[in-house]
């Protein structure tokens, strides 16, 4: 060894991942999602640079973002500006800031995706690297990494470590230099406000402004106009303690950084602290060797391209500014190229360095998507999952419910842990721009909260509020942290897996409240759960939105499109189509989808309408709610196909049940992915409601921590409430609840006496009308209800009469009004009022008259129905209402059969309805062949909306086709053409559409249970 090279070696250590303790996670197979020339982990500005300049010369490159943008070193640090001694070199830097040396963070997310989608390079956002593979020789050979679609494999000869914190290079076994304990200097950026002047703090207020466009909504109360306005730009330094190098250490010193540096005022800030590491590693080459200072010494085909790179720190702080930094990461990425052309693909893939025994529990990281079913399959070796720490409480979502639990939890002195994937607090209501309640009731948490903010609040003000709450009652705040599987004692939730910036680790828990949203944490687990397809196969979802943010907004209600949150393509597309087809000036864009509707747990009870118009009440109550039916889709549910609702209000009770999964100990599941009734989420998803239904969830989970050993079926449920009730989150009148159901006998001839004044049409006024209540209390008892509808169907008065008693006893799986239903449809002339898929929530997305007798006519599956559904079938074509394909397809589908296949098959054949499939362009590139076959731009279609630049609704285009194509699939296909175009469908970018092609083909998918 030369002496050099000795010496650099004893100040080194190896590997800096600081844990003590381990759970080792059991061998898996894992889908190779991509096999490529170049993995580069980390879309920063040189990240992309590299990956552009790898693929231009010859390599297929493939590059991953933990972040839903790409260039966080320039938007993720609030960097946007260049100084007059930088000069622009590469293409993109010069496109970037020839014209101004100012930019906003959309012109350099915009400009980044377009550069990877030129450059033909795959991309995917929302991805952060798992774990380091290695090949039988022990050099790097692929990352794994962890998505919304759970977690993959990708087979790489050569990787480019484009991550803030080296989180590839760290598990290589290279030697870093050596990170002594204690206070370092961090830089970071606010935008707005007012200076902060404190001792220890530097602060240099910039020359620059941002420059936001106007405000929405663009004018104020006052009717006054809000225009552009130019924002001051604050650079702080500041000393902070970092006892680690650990992720744990970085999080609490972000913690203490933004409560220093908030004032009032503030419109942007951060989402990281910079410091230049003084642990970098211990390059392969002297600093004279411009490339070898980017190569860990002893490790082959791995490049370092953060500030960890082996350059001297000097060097290192004149090199790291982005523009300066992305000129190296072209060369880096020329070189990648070069060294991935020399080396055989990795065979043998495993982990570095044997696994030692760890905790006895399982690691449990499901479920796997339909999206990597035809990749090839990696069998990996059992690993260790380094302990990151031990909370009696983890929230996993520090959004609107998340936030909350952990405050509740920590108030109560419970050691608690808030993972945040994004560095706001607060979720659809800060990040999501949704600033102000709909509906609600603002009582306990929320009117403790609404008190601070206000019914209408300012995002960056609630997000801090949160954090202070949090942090004054000692909770810990890790942002930029993925929750993405679960630790499982048996069926006892144990803790969690966590993607961090530093990699994969876990957190051991009492107790686990999954506010994702999305249930994430519970579908890793193994909970059962339900999103999307209903019971009767049909695809119903909530449209959701992607809003734009300009410095200083607080509000934007988006209702636009359809996104699956459980699909990395789908998110991935979403965020880069919109940015890039914006008509609107903006600044910036949100962070978050906002998302209506997401994936819902089957719980020990399921919420539904019934019991919502019956305002039935429960022993285990936990929290109330109070608002209209607020829904961005068709409905599924038989009560609301019966009689579509929009406009009047309901206050409703959840029990705790709702919350714990079927199946799994020691896990609460709170706001969207709680278990209620897709249509009766529509009114349970309010934010005054869904803070409480948090707080209420952190307080159990304190309790079941303390008291149960985590076990949250063994608590004492009164005295839950009690404390709830104290704390005015609960009605006095819970204590004494039990279950109003059932309803007497008495009451439900009442009920079917009422549905006498029961009408067709849609309800959509705010006025109350006896008939829901009336249709709920039956739907609720079917069994009871049946005669006595069967005897009001005998004694009605009229025909209308006749149709309301046959609608519900058909929708009960009763036929005794099909003749009066068969007449009914048959007389309708055409299909009438039809609806689609849109923004509208207020008066639209509902079923029409006739939609309604045919749906009610095809649950008679009675042979004589057919005819008239059929005459119904044959008069649509491609412009015809979502509403009435709906309708049929759902009616015929229940009584599917052979012979409806060639009328279906016609329908597939008519002009306009086939043709809608926007195939994702990823899966001809996965492989390193089909990469090089096409090295052309990417394809990134337009998305469907429901409100699409031509003034067409694509996205109903779509989902008539995929509909139809599921109904001739399943009467028995024709000629192969429902196959067909389902199976191109499991290819769209769209997930739902995707997701509910692939569910038709297997026969597989979530429903909504049981
Ligand atoms: C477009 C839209 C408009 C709405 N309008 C209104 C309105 O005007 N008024 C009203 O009161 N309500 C409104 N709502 C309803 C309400 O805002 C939502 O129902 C509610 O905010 C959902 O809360 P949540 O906690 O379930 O999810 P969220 O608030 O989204 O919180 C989930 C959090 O978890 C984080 N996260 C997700 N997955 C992970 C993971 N795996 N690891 C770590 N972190 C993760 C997310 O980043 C997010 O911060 C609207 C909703 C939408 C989508």
Same mark, same amino acid.
């Not at 910079?274 to 211990?282: A, F, Q, Y």
């Not at 719980?603 to 961005?632: E, K, M, Q, W």
């Not at 029961?758 to 109350?768: C, N, V």
């Given at each position: 060894?030369?002496?050099?090279?000795?010496?650099?070696?004893?100040?080194?250590?190896?590997?800096?991942?600081?844990?003590?303790?381990?759970?080792? /996670?059991?061998?898996?197979?894992?889908?190779?999602?991509? +096999?490529?020339?170049?993995? *580069?982990?980390?879309?920063?500005?040189?990240?992309?640079?590299?990956?552009?300049?790898?693929?231009?010369?010859?390599?297929?490159?493939?590059?991953?973002?933990?972040?839903?943008?790409?260039?966080?070193?320039?938007?993720?640090?609030?960097?946007?500006?260049?100084?007059?001694?930088?000069?622009?070199?590469?293409?993109?830097?010069?496109?970037?800031?020839?014209?101004?040396?100012?930019?906003?963070?959309?012109?350099?997310?915009?400009?980044?995706?377009?550069?990877?989608?030129?450059?033909?390079?795959?991309?995917?956002?929302?991805?952060?690297?798992?774990?380091?593979?290695?090949?039988?020789?022990?050099?790097?050979?692929?990352?794994?990494?962890?998505?919304?679609?759970?977690?993959?494999?990708?087979?790489?000869?050569?990787?480019?470590?484009?991550?803030?914190?080296?989180?590839?290079?760290?598990?290589?076994?290279?030697?870093?230099?050596?990170?002594?304990?204690?206070?370092?200097?961090?830089?970071?950026?606010?935008?707005?406000?007012?200076?902060? /002047?404190?001792?220890?703090?530097?602060?240099?207020?910039?020359?620059?402004?941002?420059?936001?466009?106007?405000?929405?909504?663009?004018?104020? =109360? #006052?009717? &006054?106009?809000?225009?552009?306005?130019?924002?001051?730009?604050?650079?702080?330094?500041?000393?902070?303690?970092?006892?680690?190098?650990?992720?744990?250490?970085?999080?609490?010193?972000?913690?203490?950084? &933004?409560?220093?540096?908030?004032?009032?005022?503030?419109? #942007?800030?951060?989402?990281?602290?910079?410091?230049?590491?003084?642990?970098?590693?211990?390059?392969?080459?002297?600093?004279?060797?411009?490339?070898?200072?980017?190569?860990?010494?002893?490790?082959?085909?791995?490049?370092?391209?953060?500030?960890?790179?082996?350059?001297?720190?000097?060097?290192?702080?004149?090199?790291?500014?982005?523009?300066?930094?992305?000129?190296?990461?072209?060369?880096?990425?020329?070189?990648?190229?070069?060294?991935?052309?020399?080396?055989?693909?990795?065979?043998?893939? @495993?982990?570095?360095?044997?696994?030692?025994?760890?905790?006895?529990?399982?690691?449990?990281?499901?479920?796997?998507?339909?999206?990597?079913?035809?990749?090839?399959?990696?069998?990996?070796?059992?690993?260790? %999952?380094?302990?990151?720490?031990?909370?009696?409480?983890? %929230?996993?979502?520090?959004?609107?419910?998340?936030?909350?639990?952990?405050?509740?939890?920590?108030? *109560?002195?419970?050691?608690? !842990?808030?993972?945040?994937?994004?560095?706001?607090?607060?979720?659809?209501?800060?990040?999501?721009?949704?600033?102000?309640?709909?509906?609600?009731?603002?009582?306990?948490?929320?009117?403790?909260?609404?008190?601070?903010?206000?019914?209408?609040?300012?995002?960056?003000?609630?997000?801090?509020?949160?954090?202070?709450?949090?942090?004054?009652?000692?909770? /810990?705040?890790?942002?930029?942290?993925?929750?993405?599987?679960?630790?499982?004692?048996?069926?006892?939730?144990?803790?969690?897996?966590?993607?961090?910036?530093?990699?994969?680790?876990?957190?051991?828990?009492?107790?686990?409240?999954?506010?994702?949203?999305?249930?994430?944490?519970?579908?890793?687990?193994?909970?059962?759960?339900?999103?999307?397809?209903?019971?009767?196969?049909?695809?119903? *979802?909530?449209?959701?939105?992607?809003?734009?943010?300009?410095?200083?907004?607080?509000?934007?209600?988006?209702?636009?499109?359809?996104?699956?949150? &459980?699909?990395?393509?789908?998110?991935?597309?979403?965020?880069?189509?919109?940015?890039?087809?914006?008509?609107?000036?903006?600044?910036?864009? @949100?962070?978050?989808?906002?998302?209506?509707?997401?994936?819902?747990?089957?719980?020990?009870?399921?919420?539904?309408?019934?019991?919502?118009?019956?305002?039935?009440?429960?022993?285990?109550? %936990?929290?109330?709610?109070?608002?209209?039916?607020?829904?961005?889709?068709?409905?599924?549910?038989?009560?609301?196909?019966?009689?579509?609702?929009?406009?009047?209000?309901?206050?409703?009770?959840?029990?705790?049940?709702?919350?714990?999964?079927?199946?799994? /100990?020691?896990?609460?599941?709170?706001?969207?992915?709680?278990?209620?009734?897709?249509?009766?989420?529509?009114?349970?998803?309010?934010?005054?409601?869904?803070?409480?239904?948090?707080?209420?969830?952190?307080?159990?989970?304190?309790?079941?921590?303390?008291?149960?050993?985590?076990?949250?079926?063994?608590?004492?449920?009164?005295? !839950?409430?009690?404390?709830?009730?104290?704390?005015?989150?609960?009605?006095?009148?819970?204590?004494?609840?039990? +279950?109003?159901?059932?309803?007497?006998?008495?009451?439900?001839?009442?009920?079917?006496?009422?549905?006498?004044?029961?009408?067709?049409?849609?309800?959509?006024?705010?006025?109350?009308?006896?008939?829901?209540?009336?249709?709920?209390?039956?739907?609720?008892?079917?069994?009871?209800?049946?005669?006595?509808?069967?005897?009001?169907?005998?004694?009605?008065?009229?025909?209308?009469?006749?149709?309301?008693?046959?609608?519900?006893?058909?929708?009960?799986?009763?036929?005794?009004?099909?003749?009066?239903?068969?007449?009914?449809?048959?007389?309708?002339?055409?299909?009438?009022?039809?609806?689609?898929?849109?923004? $509208?929530?207020?008066?639209?997305?509902?079923?029409?008259?006739?939609?309604?007798?045919?749906?009610?006519?095809?649950?008679?599956?009675?042979?004589?129905?057919?005819?008239?559904?059929?005459?119904?079938?044959?008069?649509?074509?491609?412009?015809?209402?979502?509403?009435?394909? =709906?309708?049929?397809?759902?009616?015929?589908?229940?009584?599917?059969?052979?012979?409806?296949?060639?009328?279906?098959?016609?329908?597939? $054949?008519?002009?306009?309805?086939?043709?809608?499939?926007?195939?994702?362009?990823?899966?001809?590139?996965?492989?390193?062949?089909?990469?090089?076959?096409?090295?052309?731009?990417?394809?990134?279609?337009?998305?469907?909306?429901?409100?699409?630049?031509?003034?067409?609704?694509?996205?109903?285009?779509?989902?008539?086709?995929?509909?139809?194509?599921?109904?001739?699939?399943?009467? @028995?296909?024709?000629?192969?053409?429902?196959?067909?175009?389902?199976?191109?469908?499991?290819?769209?970018?769209?997930?739902?559409?995707?997701?509910?092609?692939?569910? *038709?083909?297997?026969?597989?998918?979530?429903?909504?249970?049981?």
């Amino acid at each position: 060894m030369k002496p050099l090279l000795a010496l650099t070696m004893l100040l080194a250590c190896n590997a800096p991942i600081l844990s003590a303790e381990y759970v080792y /996670e059991a061998p898996c197979e894992l889908p190779v999602a991509f +096999d490529v020339d170049v993995v *580069v982990a980390g879309g920063s500005l040189a990240g992309v640079e590299a990956a552009c300049a790898a693929a231009e010369n010859g390599a297929a490159v493939l590059l991953i973002e933990a972040r839903p943008y790409l260039g966080h070193d320039l938007c993720g640090t609030q960097r946007l500006w260049i100084e007059e001694d930088e000069t622009p070199e590469t293409p993109l830097t010069k496109h970037l800031f020839g014209a101004a040396k100012v930019v906003t963070p959309f012109e350099v997310k915009t400009a980044l995706d377009r550069a990877l989608i030129n450059a033909g390079v795959p991309f995917l956002t929302g991805t952060f690297v798992g774990e380091l593979l290695v090949s039988k020789d022990g050099c790097p050979g692929g990352i794994t990494i962890v998505n919304r679609s759970g977690c993959q494999a990708v087979r790489a000869k050569v990787i480019v470590d484009a991550t803030t914190h080296a989180a590839v290079t760290r598990q290589s076994g290279a030697a870093f230099k050596s990170f002594t304990p204690g206070v370092k200097e961090f830089r970071t950026i606010v935008v707005g406000g007012e200076r902060v /002047e404190s001792s220890g703090v530097k602060r240099r207020t910039l020359a620059v402004t941002y420059r936001s466009p106007a405000l929405w909504p663009p004018k104020d =109360k #006052d009717k &006054r106009k809000r225009g552009s306005r130019d924002y001051p730009v604050h650079e702080y330094t500041l000393p902070l303690k970092m006892p680690s190098d650990s992720f744990r250490a970085l999080a609490a010193a972000m913690n203490r950084a &933004r409560a220093m540096l908030y004032t009032p005022g503030l419109v #942007d800030q951060a989402e990281y602290l910079t410091c230049l590491p003084e642990n970098p590693i211990v390059p392969a080459a002297s600093a004279g060797d411009a490339r070898g200072a980017f190569q860990p010494a002893g490790v082959k085909g791995l490049y370092v391209l953060n500030a960890y790179a082996g350059l001297p720190r000097s060097a290192m702080h004149a090199q790291i500014r982005p523009v300066g930094f992305a000129r190296v990461g072209r060369d880096i990425g020329i070189a990648a190229a070069e060294a991935a052309c020399g080396r055989s693909a990795p065979e043998d893939l @495993g982990f570095q360095g044997a696994a030692k025994a760890g905790r006895n529990l399982a690691v449990a990281t499901g479920p796997p998507s339909f999206r990597f079913r035809q990749c090839p399959t990696l069998t990996l070796p059992g690993r260790d %999952v380094p302990v990151l720490g031990q909370f009696d409480v983890v %929230v996993v979502g520090g959004g609107t419910s998340g936030a909350p639990a952990g405050i509740a939890a920590a108030r *109560v002195g419970a050691t608690t !842990l808030v993972i945040e994937y994004l560095d706001e607090l607060g979720g659809v209501g800060t990040a999501g721009l949704i600033g102000s309640y709909w509906y609600g009731n603002r009582i306990g948490f929320t009117a403790e909260a609404q008190k601070a903010l206000g019914a209408r609040w300012n995002v960056i003000a609630k997000s801090e509020w949160y954090r202070a709450q949090l942090s004054k009652s000692g909770a /810990e705040i890790w942002h930029g942290c993925f929750g993405c599987g679960a630790l499982l004692d048996g069926t006892k939730v144990s803790g969690v897996v966590v993607a961090t910036p530093f990699g994969r680790g876990a957190v051991l828990a009492d107790v686990v409240i999954d506010a994702t949203g999305n249930a994430d944490v519970a579908a890793a687990a193994g909970a059962p759960t339900a999103f999307s397809i209903t019971p009767m196969g049909d695809l119903s *979802v909530q449209v959701a939105g992607y809003p734009r943010r300009n410095l200083g907004d607080s509000g934007m209600n988006t209702c636009y499109a359809l996104v699956d949150d &459980r699909d990395v393509f789908d998110r991935w597309h979403l965020l880069v189509s919109v940015k890039r087809d914006l008509t609107k000036p903006a600044y910036d864009m @949100g962070q978050l989808i906002d998302t209506r509707e997401r994936r819902r747990i089957v719980g020990d009870y399921r919420l539904t309408t019934i019991d919502i118009l019956t305002r039935r009440t429960f022993p285990d109550t %936990v929290c109330h709610f109070y608002s209209n039916f607020d829904a961005a889709a068709l409905p599924s549910s038989a009560m609301f196909l019966i009689k579509d609702m929009k406009g009047p209000c309901f206050h409703c009770d959840l029990p705790l049940r709702c919350l714990m999964p079927q199946g799994l /100990e020691g896990l609460l599941v709170v706001g969207l992915g709680a278990s209620v009734e897709r249509d009766a989420m529509t009114l349970t998803r309010m934010q005054p409601d869904v803070q409480n239904q948090g707080y209420a969830a952190g307080l159990a989970a304190a309790m079941a921590a303390e008291r149960t050993a985590g076990r949250i079926r063994d608590l004492d449920v009164r005295h !839950l409430q009690k404390q709830l009730v104290n704390q005015g989150c609960l009605e006095q009148r819970v204590l004494a609840d039990v +279950d109003s159901f059932p309803i007497g006998s008495a009451d439900l001839k009442e009920a079917v006496n009422t549905l006498h004044a029961l009408t067709i049409e849609p309800h959509q006024q705010k006025r109350h009308d006896e008939t829901f209540p009336a249709l709920a209390a039956v739907m609720g008892h079917p069994k009871e209800a049946i005669p006595l509808l069967k005897e009001a169907y005998r004694n009605a008065g009229d025909e209308d009469d006749k149709v309301t008693f046959a609608r519900i006893l058909a929708m009960l799986g009763d036929a005794t009004g099909k003749e009066t239903l068969i007449y009914a449809v048959e007389a309708a002339r055409g299909w009438g009022k039809g609806y689609g898929l849109t923004s $509208h929530r207020k008066e639209l997305n509902i079923f029409g008259e006739v939609d309604r007798l045919v749906i009610a006519l095809g649950f008679t599956r009675a042979a004589d129905a057919i005819p008239p559904l059929l005459e119904k079938l044959d008069a649509l074509d491609a412009e015809s209402d979502l509403s009435h394909y =709906k309708a049929i397809c759902l009616a015929l589908r229940l009584n599917r059969d052979k012979s409806l296949a060639p009328p279906v098959a016609r329908l597939l $054949h008519k002009k306009g309805v086939r043709g809608h499939v926007q195939p994702l362009d990823y899966y001809a590139r996965s492989t390193g062949s089909g990469q090089a076959a096409s090295r052309s731009a990417l394809r990134v279609p337009t998305r469907a909306r429901t409100d699409n630049r031509d003034g067409k609704n694509w996205l109903n285009r779509k989902f008539k086709e995929v509909l139809v194509a599921a109904l001739l699939f399943e009467c @028995g296909d024709h000629d192969g053409h429902g196959r067909k175009v389902l199976e191109a469908y499991t290819t769209d970018v769209n997930g739902h559409f995707a997701s509910y092609a692939h569910a *038709v083909l297997t026969r597989s998918g979530s429903t909504e249970g049981p």
